[in-house]
């Protein structure tokens, strides 16, 4: 049977979810912006979804904004603000997604100040590097990931939150790694906006939420609609926000027994792999998510092991699916200081909620055969 391992990539539907979905689908088809029953009854929908996601991470439901996804989420965020605060300043840290990553640089070349915060080998923020960049000014902006998609790393967010807030800012937090994996706080990690996305915690494709606090100013990316506050224009999709609600309530319920179930099984993948030769984990011994674990193994690129165990019934992932396919070594990695050639070779393994014991010992034995039969690097090209 293959065996998936890429849950930070997407994860399966939830039959539960998927059961909260159907009505949605082939029943109520009302436009939640109607005031007929039809529609009445999609924005009851819509509303009841709010309240579940905010009870999630602890906001207020009228703090969420939904979104097609976590990428809109962070361009809602980043552009929203630069565009309200002209010439004002904004700050990512070097491995945060290339959803941030990617729209800074794009505001970066349309004229906005941008400073990338520099991140040590464990992949942790350099606090001496960060206060110094606080002190630039005029600062508006600080982006920064709770928990990290490729090596799992988590930042100390209410610590950079202080600090932001001293300089007089906003922080940004991209929370769609953390957020159904560990307990995510609005509050406590004293964010000013946070992105979040279905699909990342067994609920539908295409949903995700932008959190805000009241006080947060930021220009709408879409234009001619009323609906998310005037925030974000169009028709809302009814069914996909019920499934992120229902995906949202089943994390909220069951987090703490799917986060021991994946520690338990991340503890014995690693200490397999520390039982192979040439194997280097990154981001060890900070704390991580608990399903995440990075590594290369000597003698191998990254999609050459990656297209290897795939043969084998594995699926796991050579980095970010947003970049994969570029023959790139990880971004997040170089960000970290990680010689090249080592990054080229990391592989990303993700568990999810119903992998088994047996799974994590079966995948290891496939790879111990890899890893006794390596030669130097295997190239993909």
């Not at 159907?22 to 529609?39: D, F, I, W």
């Amino acid at each position: 049977m293959p065996v998936y391992l890429d849950h930070n990539a997407t994860t399966r539907l939830d039959s539960r979810v998927l059961e909260a979905m159907l009505p949605y689908l082939a029943g109520p088809y009302g436009n939640a912006s109607s005031l007929h029953r039809y529609g009445r009854a999609a924005r009851d929908a819509i509303e009841r979804a709010r309240e579940q996601v905010a009870a999630l991470v602890n906001c207020q439901p009228r703090e969420i904004v939904w979104t097609s996804g976590g990428t809109e989420a962070n361009n809602l965020a980043l552009k929203g603000v630069a565009e309200a605060f002209p010439g004002a300043r904004l700050l990512y840290g070097a491995t945060e997604h290339p959803a941030v990553l990617e729209t800074a640089e794009a505001l970066r070349a349309r004229g906005w100040p941008v400073g990338v915060v520099a991140m040590g080998e464990d992949g942790l923020i350099d606090w001496p590097d960060f206060e110094r960049q606080l002190a630039e000014a005029p600062l508006r902006l600080v982006s920064l990931m709770r928990a990290n998609n490729e090596t799992g790393v988590l930042q100390d967010i209410p610590r950079a939150a202080a600090l932001v807030h001293a300089a007089g800012a906003w922080l940004h937090v991209d929370a769609v790694q953390a957020a159904g994996k560990i307990p995510v706080d609005f509050v406590a990690l004293q964010a000013d906006l946070m992105s979040l996305s279905s699909h990342k915690l067994y609920g539908p494709k295409g949903i995700g939420a932008l959190v805000l606090r009241p006080e947060v100013e930021l220009s709408p990316l879409h234009h001619g609609g009323w609906q998310e506050r005037s925030l974000r224009g169009g028709t809302e999709n009814v069914a996909a926000i019920v499934g992120f609600g229902a995906a949202a309530e089943l994390a909220a319920a069951e987090l703490e027994t799917r986060t021991a179930h994946l520690r338990g099984l991340r503890e014995r993948l690693e200490s397999g792999l520390h039982r192979l030769p040439g194997v280097h984990l990154f981001g060890e011994g900070v704390e991580r998510l608990p399903n995440t674990v990075q590594f290369a193994l000597a003698g191998y690129e990254g999609e050459a092991l990656l297209m290897q165990l795939d043969r084998h019934g594995f699926a796991v992932s050579s980095g970010s699916a947003c970049a994969s396919g570029r023959g790139e070594p990880s971004h997040v990695l170089l960000g970290m200081g990680i010689e090249r050639e080592l990054a080229k070779g990391a592989v990303r393994v993700s568990l999810g909620k119903d992998n088994t014991a047996d799974e994590v010992d079966r995948f290891l034995a496939v790879l111990s055969g890899f890893a006794s039969a390596a030669t130097p690097r295997v190239s993909v090209r």
